[in-house]
């Protein structure tokens, strides 16, 4: 079972790193609290606008836990690890009422989960995620996602 588990968390993760997921929103059940996330259901938004990487707002849900994060993947098959700036801000989620997540992180040539922003919520809320790149020297890109918190 746990070699399943496996498999389905490396497929999400795999899904949502490479852009196979549909042009609006995706919902994949995560097995682990890997890059695919922590356990729940995951919806992630379209794509930002085409940059030095792909980037999308995603939000797992498990009861009435959620949890933001950004996923961001280089689109140049030569990328070589880099320090990039972006910006994950949440709304909806009542603990804390209103976050905003600015890390600097390394993006590896595989891609990485970037940010996190966890908070409990009531059932039937409303939350949103935006994730942006604020890389100097680049366009601007930002992905938006918001979905439902059913219990």
């Given amino acids: 079972m746990k070699r399943f588990s496996a498999v389905l968390a490396g497929t999400a993760a795999l899904a949502a790193l490479t852009g196979v997921q549909a042009a609006t929103a995706y919902a994949a059940t995560a097995a682990t609290g890997s890059l695919a996330g922590p356990v729940g259901t995951t919806v992630c938004g379209s794509p930002g ?3 030095y990487v792909t980037i999308r707002a995603c939000i797992t849900v498990n009861g009435n836990q959620v949890h933001a994060s950004g996923r961001a993947t280089p689109t140049s098959p030569t990328w070589q ?3 990039v700036s972006f910006r994950l801000t949440s709304t909806g989620i009542t603990s804390p009422p209103f976050a905003t997540v600015t890390p600097t992180v390394l993006i590896p040539a595989g891609g990485a989960e970037v940010g996190g922003i966890t908070g409990t919520v ?12 604020e890389q100097p020297g680049w366009s601007p890109s930002t992905a938006t996602v918001s979905t439902v918190v059913t219990c």
Avoid at 126 to 133: E, G, I, P, R, Y
């Fill in 122 to 133: 009531p059932c039937g809320t409303t939350v949103s995620a935006t994730f942006s790149v």
């Fill in 81 to 83: 690890d880099q320090q």
């Fill in 49 to 51: 606008a085409p940059n």
